[in-house]
């Protein structure tokens, strides 16, 4: 299993507790993004830089997934294409995309993208803070148990 990071948009605090867990669990963890994103040198822990553009990060991490892997993405259309190709996919907010919740995100993303279109001031997900960090520590942590498992 590899985890791959879509590192344009990964909070620090991210980074950071997915640098460890790397270690700590010996799973590789692949940071891919359009500018250098500043990693630890190890074993565990790479970085792939992918040209300027837009999603190139996110066809990059779809073209080197394999089922079972494990993607870090806020990005709904990227999280549903994974779910497709037999991966998982984990918001830095700690919340595991499924089978069951990931048509709904995608209807409600298109829904906010409507209401934007027509000049509606939606604002944006709320402030990383302490529990965001804590919960996806906490749901890596279990992605992670239940992967290795058996």
Known sequence: MMIWVDADA???AVRTILCRAAE????????????????PRSR????VRVASGFD????EIV???SPGDLV????????????ERGGHALTPRGELFTGE?????????????TMRASGVVTGGPGAFGQAERKAFADE????LTRATAG
């Open 24 to 39: 700590r669990r010996r799973v590789k963890v692949s940071f891919v993004a359009n500018q250098p994103v500043q990693v």
């Open 140 to 143: 890596l942590d279990r992605f």
């Open 101 to 113: 919740n990931i048509r709904a995100r995608l209807n409600m993303r298109d829904f906010m993208e």
């Open 10 to 12: 990964c909070p620090v």
């Open 63 to 65: 073209r080197r997934l």
């Open 72 to 83: 870090i993405t806020a990005d709904i259309p990227l999280a549903a294409e994974v779910l």
């Open 44 to 47: 565990w822990i790479g970085m």
């Open 56 to 59: 190139e990060a996110d066809h």
